[in-house]
Nanobody, 126 residues
Framework: QVQLVESGGGLVQAGDSLRLSCAASGRIFSTYVMGWFRQAPGKERVFLAAINWSGGSTNYADSVKGRFTISIDNYKNTVYLQMSSLKPEDTAGYYC???????????????????WGQGTQVTVSS
């Protein structure tokens, strides 16, 4: 089993930056690909970014490319999502995810995920 715990969400203003963290524990192996998804009220959960365990490969959804950066600290088993130039439409629950069923280039769907965190809320006011 793998446990994922997100933190760092909150209420910010448009244009602000925020960094989310995801602490992984349990039987987490270097074969896992880590990802971030978000889900707004009444909408489907969507892919944002993915990174392999070495940090050498990343991938982003077009909607956040250039504004969001995913990174990983292997020693702390922690994945980060640095978000900048936040917009009200970025308001959502943000979820950390882990999978062994895809690589960074093919990981895009919630159905590919093996483990989820509980989520952290990000609210961006205008």
């Amino acid at each position: 089993q793998v446990q994922l715990v997100e933190s760092g969400g909150g209420l910010v203003q448009a244009g602000d930056s925020l960094r989310l963290s995801c602490a992984a524990s349990g039987r987490i192996f270097s074969t896992y690909v880590m990802g971030w998804f978000r889900q707004a009220p009444g909408k489907e959960r969507v892919f944002l970014a993915a990174i392999n365990w070495s940090g050498g490969s990343t991938n982003y959804a077009d909607s956040v490319k250039g504004r969001f950066t995913i990174s990983i600290d292997n020693y702390k088993n922690t994945v980060y999502l640095q978000m900048s130039s936040l917009k009200p439409e970025d308001t959502a629950g943000y979820y950390c995810a882990a999978t062994r069923r895809a690589n960074t280039r093919t990981y895009y769907a919630p159905s590919q995920t093996d483990y989820w965190g509980q989520g952290t809320q990000v609210t961006v006011s205008s």
